[in-house]
């Protein structure tokens, strides 16, 4: 089992509605999550990040994390077709060291806003 | 510069070659991660360096992966010997302070290296 899954998708949905992507973790002992953003040839551009169980929203995201069921969510409201890239799911590495907090990524969805 | 930096932007190299990959860290960011990135999947871990010491390269897949950053800043991942396996984006990202939780990791454009 990865140790952050996502659903691969893509995932289509049209523009004004809610795109909703999730992303399952293994270990308990993960503290913090990130949404990163992707376009096709560029990097991952950080969003949200969340380490509190619950939601917490900024702008017309929001991110869920229920750490009993151990699954992290990202909600986008009023989608626009500028959303449309992939979004990874990470978490550091449950284990630190020296204050490595390197990043378990998901395999990424790719989301498509259809105007 | 305002971000990481990343050189080359696309590398293309014949099966056996050596290539040299930079990154250019936001200044004063102490930590510095490699990343890879195949085709349709997340980044991978390879590599940190909190200043210039290396100290997790789990995540190298093989002895002919090798990384260095000796002033604590600009770093070189080098690859010996590549193979057509080898093909991926490199992402390298860079953090302000180790030890300081969720705090972002920012990321390179990364380089498209090409092993024919």
């Known amino acids: 089992q990865k140790e952050v899954e996502q659903n691969s998708g893509p995932l289509s949905v049209p523009e004004g509605a809610i795109a909703s992507l999730n992303c399952t973790y293994s270990?308990?002992?993960?503290?913090?999550f990130f949404w990163y953003r992707q376009y096709s040839g560029k990097s991952p551009e950080l969003i949200m990040f969340?380490?509190?169980?619950g939601d917490k929203e900024d702008g017309r995201f929001t991110a869920q994390l229920n750490k009993a069921s151990q699954y992290v969510s990202l909600l986008i409201r009023d989608s626009q077709p500028s959303d449309s890239a992939t979004y990874l799911c990470?978490?550091?590495?449950?284990?630190?060291?020296?204050?490595?907090?390197?990043?378990?990524f998901g395999t990424g969805t790719r989301l498509t806003i259809i105007p | 510069g305002a971000g990481v930096s990343q050189s080359p932007r696309y590398k293309v190299a014949k099966r056996g070659q050596d290539v040299a990959l930079r990154c250019d860290p936001i200044?004063?960011?102490?930590?510095l991660f490699w990343y890879q990135q195949a085709l349709g999947q997340g980044p991978e871990f390879l590599t940190y360096?909190?200043?210039?010491?290396?100290?997790?390269k789990s995540g190298l897949p093989s002895d002919r992966f090798f990384a260095e950053r000796p002033e604590g800043s600009v770093s070189t991942l080098k690859i010996q010997r590549t193979q057509q396996e080898d093909s991926a984006v490199y992402l390298c990202?860079?953090?302000?302070?180790?030890?300081?939780?969720?705090?972002?990791?920012?990321f390179g454009d990364g380089t498209r290296l090409s092993i024919l």
């Open positions: 990202a860079s953090s302000f302070f180790p030890g300081v939780r969720n705090q972002p990791q920012h």
């Open positions: 270990d308990r002992g993960s503290q913090s």
């Open positions: 969340i380490y509190s169980n």
């Open positions: 990470a978490g550091p590495r449950p284990h630190y060291n020296f204050g490595n907090e390197k990043l378990t």
């Open positions: 200044s004063g960011h102490v930590s």
């Open positions: 360096f909190q200043n210039e010491a290396q100290l997790d």
